[in-house]
């Protein structure tokens, strides 16, 4: 089981990236998806969440206005749509899966597959 991201980059302030996530390995239609992140001597966040149909989202406040998440069952991906990036949205990118929640959680702990991470880097 996997989840594999991509899409991250250096990116000047104001701009945009779309981050990627392919699941493999067993089929997650029926989970929570989600992203956090975690910036340099920070904590990992909570930043965008989905429920199985895509009908559902969630944001952290930080992002809500500028971040998208999006989902195909179909083909097995998680999307994460950057636009109006800032120097502190740096950090490193987790695609995540909760194969238990019954609903969007903040919690990492509720999330129990993970990706290897993917970084985003905004200069100002």
């Known amino acids: 089981v996997q989840l594999q991201a991509s899409g991250g980059g250096l990116v000047q302030a104001g701009g945009s990236l779309r981050l990627s996530c392919a699941a493999s390995?067993?089929?997650?239609?029926?989970?929570?998806m989600g992203w956090f992140r975690r910036a340099p001597g920070k904590e990992r966040e909570f930043v965008a969440g989905i429920s199985w149909s895509g009908g559902s989202t969630r944001y952290a406040d930080s992002v809500k206005g500028r971040f998208t998440i999006s989902r195909d069952n179909a083909k097995n991906m998680v999307y994460l749509q950057m636009n109006n990036l800032k120097p502190e949205d740096t950090a490193v990118y987790y695609c995540?899966?909760?194969?238990?929640?019954?609903?969007?959680?903040?919690?990492?702990?509720?999330?129990?597959?993970w990706g290897q991470g993917t970084l985003v880097t905004v200069s100002s």
């Open positions: 995540v899966a909760g194969s238990r929640l019954w609903t969007i959680a903040d919690p990492p702990q509720g999330y129990d597959y």
């Open positions: 390995g067993r089929t997650f239609s029926g989970d929570i």
